[in-house]
């Protein structure tokens, strides 16, 4: 058993989003390494999903996809490159959001407000609204109108 996760943890986890975040920022820079970053990422996502949870961890994790996001993109343009495919580090991501927001019992509508900010935060179809369509309740069409426009 894992003790509550403290302040430094969440500092560290802050941390490596802003060191992925800038792994495209200078002027050398490889497609190895976004896709190195997006690994990473989702290691770092496993380990603070193992810790119990807490409100501040479903931020953060709405920040590493946004994140993983904006570095999606270069693995869309460079799909003859790759190594590995963009969904491989998207959905292990999506699926600890959706994770936490059902372990905090979040109610439909703050999981749907979370759900449209962060696809309003992610242009490159990183976050697929279906897998919260369990979340969000019985409604005629709860995932529809998160679709793309």
Known sequence: ????????????????????????????????????????????????????????????????????????????????????????ISEPLVDAHRDLCERLDLDSEEIAARLERLLDRCHHDTVDPAVYSELLGDAADPVGRYSRR
């Open 1 to 88: 058993m894992l003790v509550p996760v403290d302040e430094s943890a969440l500092a560290g986890f802050q941390a490596v989003i802003r060191e992925v975040s800038n792994v495209t920022t200078g002027t050398r820079w490889e497609i190895a390494d976004a896709e190195d970053a997006g690994r990473r990422l989702v290691a770092e996502v496993a380990i603070l999903c193992a810790y119990p949870v807490v409100p501040a961890m479903l931020d953060l994790i709405e920040q590493a996809i946004a994140a993983w996001d904006e570095l999606a993109i270069h693995l869309i343009d460079a799909y003859h490159a790759r190594r590995i495919d963009p969904e491989e």
